[in-house]
């Protein structure tokens, strides 16, 4: 599952005609519960927006049960979630994402990057509240897959990444559900790294970049 993000100012996605109208939210380790920046499409241009990170349709009454994260296997089948799915979709660029390993005292946290680390493109659904017919409320959710071979010691989720080759058809509402569902899968093996980093990032209130500097070498999968 993941459950912080590491956002760095050079997160700039590989993205053709993405609308720079306003500057991304960035982090060394954004929580869930909190305003994120995410890529939709709006008028047929793909542009930035603000959404609070934990899904809030409107008939949710405690926002601490907003999920963060939705399993892709579930998507048609929870109504929270469905209408999302095929209407509005979204991408949360990042430069890495934590997990943490189970160990026998306590868990040692890991941040996840692309091996060449350039930015990865998070697969999300987002949904508009409206509490006033001029006054609304965005917020998102992230999209997880079972990890592959490398991230499962790891963790047995994590975030389905969307090539930027398939980012414009990921956000195209008229991109068929069946289409959709075909980019959620396992990152490849060769596409990630992993390396610890310091307990430091256990704790949201720690906001400094040394959260996602490497305490080990990275693991890589090896062909």
């Not at 868990?107 to 060449?116: A, E």
């Not at 508009?128 to 017919?133: D, K, P, S, V």
């Not at 093996?189 to 959260?211: I, M, T, Y």
Request: charged share 20%.
């Amino acid at each position: 599952m993941a459950g912080r993000l590491y956002i760095k100012p050079w997160t700039t996605p590989p993205l053709d005609a993405l609308r720079q109208d306003s500057q991304p939210i960035v982090g060394p380790n954004l929580a869930p519960r909190r305003p994120i920046s995410i890529i939709r499409q709006d008028a047929g241009e793909a542009q930035w927006a603000t959404a609070f990170w934990g899904l809030t349709p409107p008939w949710l009454k405690v926002l601490d049960h907003a999920p963060h994260c939705a399993r892709a296997e579930s998507l048609e089948q929870r109504p929270m979630f469905r209408e999302a799915f095929h209407a509005r979709r979204c991408l949360i660029p990042v430069a890495g994402v934590y997990v943490w390993k189970p160990q026998p005292r306590m868990k040692q946290p890991f941040l996840v990057t692309r091996v060449d680390r350039t930015p990865l493109l998070l697969a999300g659904v987002w949904c508009r509240y409206h509490t006033t017919l001029t006054e609304f409320n965005d917020s998102t959710a992230l999209i997880t897959v079972p990890s592959n071979a490398l991230l499962t010691p790891l963790s047995d989720r994590f975030p389905a990444i969307i090539e930027a080759s398939d980012a414009h058809e990921w956000l195209a509402p008229t991109t068929p559900g069946e289409r959709a569902h075909e980019m959620l899968t396992p990152a490849p093996l060769e596409l990630l790294g992993a390396f610890p980093v310091s307990r430091r990032v256990n704790d949201p209130k720690h906001q400094d970049w040394a959260c996602g500097h490497p305490t080990g070498p990275m693991t890589y999968w090896h062909h």
